[in-house]
C-alpha cells in the first residue's frame, strides 16, 4: 500500500482521564471516562472520536460509491454509534451501527449503495472481522 497521507496524534495524562492532541494541533481535546463507565464525563472520549472519524469516512465512501453510479446522494447523512462493553475473556469490545440516510434514492438502491461503500471505506475494511458492525438505512 502506498501511503497518501498520515495523521499524527499523542495521548497524555491518564489514559481515558487525559489530553489528546494532532501534530497539526486541528484536534486538542480533554478526555474524560464517561459517566455510564464510571467517570466523570466532562470530556471527549475515544469512542465518539472513533463513532466521528468512522461516520465521516463512510459518508466519503458512499459518496464516491454514489457518484460512479450516477446516484442523487444530496442530503444524504451517515451516523455511527460505537459501543464498548466488556468480553467474556476479560477484555473489552466495539460494537457499531453506522445508519445511513439517502431521503432521494429507492430503499433497494440505498441498500445496494451501503454495501458497496462498507466494502470501500477504510474504517469498515479495519474493522471488518474484529468489530460487529451493523448497517441500517433509514426510513426516510
Known amino acids: 500500500m502506498k501511503i497518501i497521507y498520515t495523521a499524527e496524534a499523542l495521548a497524555t495524562g491518564e489514559g481515558r482521564n487525559g489530553h489528546a492532541r494532532t501534530s497539526d494541533g486541528k484536534l486538542d ?8 463507565m464510571g467517570g466523570n464525563g466532562e470530556g471527549t472520549n475515544p469512542e465518539q472520536l472513533f463513532a466521528a472519524g468512522y461516520a465521516a469516512c463512510f459518508h466519503s465512501a458512499l459518496q ?5 453510479e450516477g ?3 444530496s442530503d444524504s447523512a ?3 454509534r460505537v ?5 467474556d475473556a ?5 460494537a457499531v451501527t453506522l445508519e445511513v440516510s439517502l431521503p432521494n434514492l429507492t ?7 451501503t454495501e458497496k461503500a462498507h466494502q470501500v471505506c477504510p474504517y469498515s475494511n479495519a474493522t471488518r472481522g ?4 451493523v448497517l441500517e438505512v433509514a426510513e426516510d
Open 29 to 36: 481535546v480533554n478526555l474524560a471516562i464517561p459517566s455510564e
Open 64 to 68: 464516491m460509491v454514489a457518484r460512479q
Open 71 to 73: 446516484a442523487d446522494v
Open 78 to 80: 451517515v451516523g455511527a
Open 83 to 87: 459501543g464498548i462493553g466488556p468480553t
Open 90 to 94: 476479560g477484555g473489552f469490545a466495539l
Open 107 to 113: 430503499r433497494d438502491k440505498a441498500l445496494e449503495l
Open 130 to 133: 474484529n468489530i460487529d458492525v
